[in-house]
């Protein structure tokens, strides 16, 4: 380990010593959507006119590994102030769709909101974003087998530029709390990954896979995201400095590069002024109304859970349940009936929205996926069957313009 990590370690665990009495603000929530744009024949469109022209607003948009990638991000609020959050994203949906037209007048281009890109022609050399960090990513995922699932495979390297995510950022109150915070979250991770997905149909075809898209990260990155490799539940933050620190990096020497190179289904970010977790485990959700009801049953689940110091499942057995969750969705078998869990761990979330004072506006939406045994995923593998007529390009353009729409018009899909 460099001297200069072994500095940085030793600065950061005294500044967690010290904010151990600090409260902050509970539950401040930032969301971060990334998403990709296809033309009407299914062929990825380079973002970058988009980003460029969208950097010039008040919008906090960047780039992603794929030149046909974007992200968004919100500024934190107040839990109490979800409603304006939804508000902030539908009128983000409603400005990308003019900027989005003005930036390509000559072509109709289409924004997909969904957690893999459809098009066939993706799995392709030349997608990468020319950023250094991106090309040092890729230099270093080309040594990196291929990936397979159900019997095609794809390069390593190129599985980053497909795939997008929903990504909450939770701030907690110090660093115990975000510590707790972090371990509670891994309880609820296969919940989120079986009424989240979005992604069966993945370049070019439908996969057998309830979340596909997970499956295809894990193996492209081996082993630097998937369910953190803690060995056991954290007992501060300072366990989570010393996790990072474990793991051999990728491209950077730098202790918050580190943190950054981590993909993990939660990770903590230790800010200039904050401490948080972020879930990376969701799809990109197809509404706002879908990201809020997301936001509600973490923000809901954790602070009845931290509140009622809710006893923790062995990780163990929260590796199997994900890994089944990834592969089979709600007919996940596991040492828990994975309904009966997420119909308990709603109806805490709901109980916990009540506590905090939160009139519950979007929950139901999961709970009807629920009821319906439905996610969006689901959604499309079935319209895919029903529209496919053997052209690829056209069922694709059909799916996407659909999801669009009811992007736009802020319709879940339950």
Same mark, same amino acid.
């Given at each position: ?65 794929g030149n046909c990638q974007f992200e968004y991000k919100t500024s934190p609020v107040g839990m109490n102030n979800l409603d304006y959050l939804n508000i902030v994203f539908e009128q983000f949906i ?103 997905? =979005? $992604?069966?149909?993945? /370049?070019?075809?439908? +996969? ?8 295809? #990260?894990?193996? @492209?990155?081996?082993? =630097? $995201?998937?369910?953190? /490799?803690?060995?056991? +539940? ?8 010393? #996790?990072?620190? @474990?793991?051999?990096? =990728? ?37 706002s109304k879908s990201l809020m009801a997301m936001a509600e049953f973490f923000i809901g689940y954790l602070s009845r859970a931290i509140h009622e110091e809710r006893e923790l499942r062995p990780l163990p057995t929260l ?96």
């Amino acid at each position: 380990m460099s001297h200069s990590i072994q500095r940085q370690i030793q600065e950061l665990k005294g500044r967690v010593h010290r904010d151990a009495e600090r409260i902050d603000e509970t539950f401040r929530v930032g969301v971060e959507v990334e998403a990709c744009l296809l033309d009407e024949k299914g062929i990825p469109v380079n973002a970058e006119p988009l980003i460029k022209e969208l950097q010039g607003t008040t919008y906090e948009i960047d780039y992603e590994y794929g030149n046909c990638q974007f992200e968004y991000k919100t500024s934190p609020v107040g839990m109490n102030n979800l409603d304006y959050l939804n508000i902030v994203f539908e009128q983000f949906i409603e400005n990308l769709d003019k900027y989005i037209k003005k930036v390509y007048m000559e072509k109709e281009v289409i924004p997909v909101f969904l957690g893999a890109n459809p098009s066939p022609e993706i799995m392709k050399a030349g997608l990468i974003t020319d950023k250094p960090r991106y090309n040092k990513l890729a230099t270093w995922q080309n040594n990196i087998p291929d990936v397979e699932i159900d019997g095609d495979k794809f390069r390593a390297a190129y599985v980053a530029t497909a795939i997008q995510g929903f990504h909450l950022h939770l701030q907690g109150k110090n660093p115990m709390n975000t510590a707790i915070m972090f371990n509670q979250i891994l309880n609820i991770i296969s919940s989120a990954i079986v009424l989240g997905a =979005n $992604s069966r149909l993945f /370049a070019g075809r439908v +996969y057998s896979l309830h979340e596909p898209r997970i499956h295809l #990260y894990d193996q @492209s990155e081996q082993q =630097n $995201s998937g369910f953190p /490799a803690i060995p056991r +539940y954290l007992d501060g933050v300072e366990n989570y400095i010393d #996790y990072i620190t @474990s793991r051999d990096p =990728n491209i950077t020497k730098d202790y918050f590069m580190l943190e950054k190179e981590r993909h993990d289904d939660a990770r903590i970010r230790i800010g200039p002024d904050s401490y948080r977790v972020e879930t990376r485990i969701m799809s990109v959700q197809p509404t706002s109304k879908s990201l809020m009801a997301m936001a509600e049953f973490f923000i809901g689940y954790l602070s009845r859970a931290i509140h009622e110091e809710r006893e923790l499942r062995p990780l163990p057995t929260l590796r199997e349940e994900r890994m089944a969750a990834v592969r089979y969705g709600y007919n996940a078998k596991t040492h828990f009936n994975i309904i009966d869990t997420m119909k308990s761990q709603l109806d805490f979330a709901r109980k916990g929205l009540s506590d905090l004072g939160i009139n519950v506006g979007f929950l139901d939406i999961l709970d009807k996926r629920l009821e319906n045994r439905n996610s969006p995923g689901e959604y499309v593998a079935k319209i895919w069957s029903e529209k496919f007529n053997g052209s690829v390009d056209q069922t694709i353009y059909e799916i996407i313009s659909d999801i669009w729409q009811k992007t736009k018009e802020n319709q879940p899909i339950v």
